[in-house]
């Protein structure tokens, strides 16, 4: 899905585990270069075609999320904006979606690991089955990207920053222009965490685990103010599984966090009574397909969370 | 747009402002029994087409939110499901849209009264016009429908409760079934705050306020339980205005709704650099058609919220 040929590739073992600003940079590229980073998956290969849940609890954690990267930026200063156009994906065909015990937005309801295993066709709009329960279509973006941040020191790899990093926005996908603010001279730009699909909110905490390469081209907006990421999108993000509308289950709390729990609380309760489905394997498919939503939030003190999930994929 | 002839008309004169289970019912109906309900605006006919910001104030607090009702379901017991089929809208062709001291999500940054005034074409899928600025698709539904609930008393329009209620849902349009989890005894339904067009989160604490019929249909699912109100839609909810993809703005924090704030106040800041918007009609206009989703709700302990303002608006 590249659009033209990169400047430079970025290969996968120049990677690393945190954000910091004294990392040594593996090139330097102008503004106006197109690179290809060649992202490793978030488990950095731990977890393959023959793993199984049991094999969750021996992955070393030292080496979740790894990032390609970092390049510098020329003339990047910080105040500077980072401009991410995103060119494409070349995804494996290999992914993964997993419940890992203390993470996910349920973690307390469900305490043991279970992970599935998905096989794609690449190069083709197919969607991946998921078992024989349903069918989810594929829309590959990058999980994390992001700046070094300001603050000296080694920052973790897990939490999104407003220069970025561990974002999970489903919607950053190819032919997004992303904006990012930079903090540092020369920004320091790495990304991994390739995602085959996922939903908003990722709610049991992984989407469609998947290593593939990016392509990007950068540019520079100097000295412009940008509180947090933002960017454009020139196209619907839910039109690959809207066609038959939605089933919706709501949370309604005074706190938006216990709304989203109860939401997906819901579906996975619904998913089992309208299609026979496990809890844990209604949760994962909830986390790569199914969308939190804030329907309202000032008719206080109660606030509306709902969370969607497309009917076309039990077709 | 109403697609059957109703069995019963409930008119706007049979309205109340709170939630009682108490209320007198206008009239029982049965299970499958269509009903069209005459609704009131939010502001219970307050708002004219001649009013201005100033008349905000003169406003009696007391006449906010009329809903109409309330019809007694014969049969409904607690425990059962109300299932409504949302039939269809008749708009009145006049709207408003107001900044009200005091309420909205950003209320601390907006404390002036502002008015907006919406006249559109009925019958017609024209866009209505935002000033010069903008052409928002209408696109209507009822923000507050709901049954009474089992505490005794009388209980504030303003806030949703599991019972339903203040919703704010934009997506409960016609062709959409929704489910209430019933608490009393004949269910006692009641609808009203009718909106031709609102996106996800009513930011600015109003939508297009605009007086309405609604026609629904109503069925009862004995003792099935629900937690909260949930709903299907049979078709795509945002193909109305995401031809051109979306202006994305976000906030990252350790809580929901600062990050929603901050993403909130990203657009008005984006729109007001990009089309010259004043920043209370970026608010207004943010309200009525831009999304609040949540991207990532795992990672702790920083979330991400997003909100989405559909770029067809300004072509």
Redesign the interface.
Same mark, same amino acid.
């Given at each position: 899905m590249c659009t033209a040929t990169p400047s430079y590739t970025i290969h996968a073992r120049d990677h690393h585990f945190g954000w910091s600003n004294r990392l040594e940079p593996v090139r330097t590229v102008a503004p106006g270069d197109r690179v290809e980073f060649r992202c490793r998956d978030a488990s950095d290969g731990q977890i393959t075609p023959v793993s199984t849940a049991a094999d969750l609890a021996r992955n070393d954690p030292d080496r979740v999320n790894p990032v390609t990267g970092p390049i510098r930026i020329d003339g990047a200063e910080p105040g500077d904006i980072l401009k991410i156009e995103i060119d494409g994906f070349t995804p494996s065909g290999f992914g993964w979606t997993a419940n890992i015990p203390g !993470?996910?937005?349920l973690a307390d309801q469900f305490p043991d690991p279970a992970l599935h295993l998905w096989h794609y066709q690449t190069g083709t709009d197919a969607p991946m089955a998921f078992g024989d329960m349903a069918r989810v279509p594929l829309r590959p973006f990058a999980g994390t990207l992001g700046v070094a941040p300001a603050a000296n020191g080694c920052h973790s790899i897990? %939490?999104?920053?407003?220069v970025g990093g561990?974002?999970?926005?489903?919607?950053l996908t190819a032919g997004t222009t992303l904006y990012l603010p930079i903090e540092v001279s020369g920004a320091l730009f790495s990304i991994g965490d390739t995602h085959a699909a996922q939903g908003?909110?990722?709610?049991?905490?992984t989407a469609i685990e998947s290593r593939m390469d990016v392509t990007l081209r950068f540019d520079l907006l100097k000295a412009t103010p940008l509180?947090? %990421?933002? !960017?454009?999108?020139?196209?619907?993000?839910?039109?690959h599984v $809207?066609?038959?509308?939605?089933?919706?289950?709501?949370?309604?709390a005074p706190d938006?966090?216990e709304a989203?729990r109860?939401?997906v609380?819901?579906m996975i309760?619904?998913l089992g009574r309208l299609h026979g489905m496990g809890a844990v394997e209604a949760y994962m498919l909830s986390s790569v397909c199914g969308?939190?939503?804030?329907?309202?939030?000032? $008719? /206080?003190?109660?606030w509306?969370? /709902?969370f969607?999930m497309p009917?076309s994929i039990f077709n």
């Open positions: !993470f996910g937005l897990i %939490p999104p920053r407003r561990n974002l999970d926005i489903r919607d908003d909110g990722e709610v049991c905490g509180a947090f %990421p933002r !960017f454009t999108t020139p196209a619907p993000v839910t039109g $809207d066609s038959n509308g939605y089933e919706v289950t709501t949370g309604i938006l966090m989203a109860s939401a609380s819901g309760d619904l969308d939190l939503r804030i329907s309202e939030i000032v $008719d /206080a003190p109660n509306v969370v /709902a969607y009917r």
